[in-house]
């Protein structure tokens, strides 16, 4: 059964700093990744789609990698502004099912 | 494409009635996901179809829960009876492609509240 583990679960960082939110997944038998945020009492915005044959996506200020072989991905967000203040998700896609397996989540404050 | 359509967006609802989630996916996907969120949980997957079809329910915590597909346009996910500990925010996701190769697209949800 696919595990997907995010850290840290939470982080609080000064306005315009670069930063790095760490997902991992125990079967590396995956179809894509996709980083997603979550403001509260809102629903998911998709950020960045990384399929099993890439190594990383970008846009804008972010940049999702993927590491299938050793089940990790990063979501780097540079300059950070308070704007940025959410929660973010990795999910991942494996196995013969179609549906999402989530990370629980690291929520994120920027200080202005 | 005003993207994944969700209806209503909250919900108060007493221990014991029926409620009705509804769900409307982008035109041409043909994956249809409902999931439901909690602190205490995370997001769970309840229930997924391909081309109108369940393909996997075994996240349905309960018989109280049901789910139909009857055209690729609308889903609903319905709960008889509910119970307090339902109180959740349900999401639809609807996706394109085998293996959700085209991402996944999730509605604002609905935010049950069972009293």
């Known amino acids: 059964k696919q595990e997907v583990t995010q850290i840290p679960a939470a982080l609080s960082v000064p306005e315009g700093e670069n930063l790095v939110l760490n997902c991992s997944f125990t079967?590396?038998?995956?179809?894509?990744l996709q980083w997603f945020r979550q403001d509260p009492g809102k629903g998911l915005t998709s950020l960045l789609l990384i399929q099993s044959s890439q190594r990383e996506q970008t846009s804008g200020r972010l940049n999702a990698s993927l590491d299938k072989s050793s089940g990790r991905s990063t979501l780097y967000i540079a300059a950070s502004q308070p704007g940025d203040s959410a929660t973010y998700l990795c999910a991942v896609t494996s196995g013969s099912a179609r549906q999402l397996t989530f990370g629980s989540g690291t929520q994120l404050t920027v200080l202005p | 494409d005003a993207g994944v359509i969700q209806s209503p967006r909250h919900e108060v609802t007493e221990m014991g009635q029926e409620v009705t989630l509804r769900c409307k996916p982008i035109s041409g996907h043909n994956s249809l996901f409902w999931y439901r969120q909690t602190m205490m949980r995370g997001l769970e997957l309840l229930i997924y179809f391909n081309n109108n079809v369940p393909i996997d329910d075994s996240g349905m915590p309960e018989d109280r829960f049901s789910a139909k597909m009857p055209n690729a346009s609308f889903s609903t996910l319905k709960i008889q009876p509910s119970e307090p500990r339902d109180s959740a925010v349900y999401f639809c996701?609807?996706?394109?492609?085998?293996?959700?190769?085209?991402?996944?697209?999730f509605g604002s949800g609905t935010r049950l509240t069972v009293v």
């Open positions: 996701a609807s996706s394109l492609g085998d293996r959700g190769s085209g991402g996944y697209t």
């Open positions: 079967d590396s038998a995956i179809y894509n």
